[in-house]
Nanobody, 114 residues
Framework: QVHLVESGGGLVQPGGSLRLSCVASTDLRGIGEWAWHRPAPEKQRERVALIDTDDTATYIGSVKRRFTISRANNGNAVYLQIDNRKTEDTGVYYC????????WGQGTQVTVSS
């Protein structure tokens, strides 16, 4: 069974950058998309970024120009660069692989606070 292991979260101050990582425990052996989600008011989770099989990235409006999603060359990891951190970025960030099956990471806590 494939697991996604996330890292990179923590308690940080506003401003600056943070990079989250999500690595598959084994070769995913397939074509898929990657996404990052976080909790949102009145939603269980909202998708903040997605990178598709053509490496086209899409973002929700509130994180555009601050978040950058990218994938590893071997396709077995995804990253989320958060620039100019804001307090509203606080939350648990979950990665998700969308392929023949959907696989979720366990989440990594990001707390942005002065």
């Amino acid at each position: 069974q494939v697991h996604l292991v996330e890292s990179g979260g923590g308690l940080v101050q506003p401003g600056g950058s943070l990079r989250l990582s999500c690595v598959a425990s084994t070769d995913l052996r397939g074509i898929g998309e990657w996404a990052w989600h976080r909790p949102a008011p009145e939603k269980q989770r909202e998708r903040v970024a997605l990178i598709d099989t053509d490496d086209t990235a899409t973002y929700i409006g509130s994180v555009k120009r601050r978040f950058t999603i990218s994938r590893a060359n071997n396709g077995n990891a995804v990253y989320l660069q958060i620039d100019n951190r804001k307090t509203e970025d606080t939350g648990v960030y979950y990665c998700k692989w969308i392929g023949a099956v959907n696989i979720w990471g366990q989440g990594t806590q990001v707390t942005v606070s002065s």
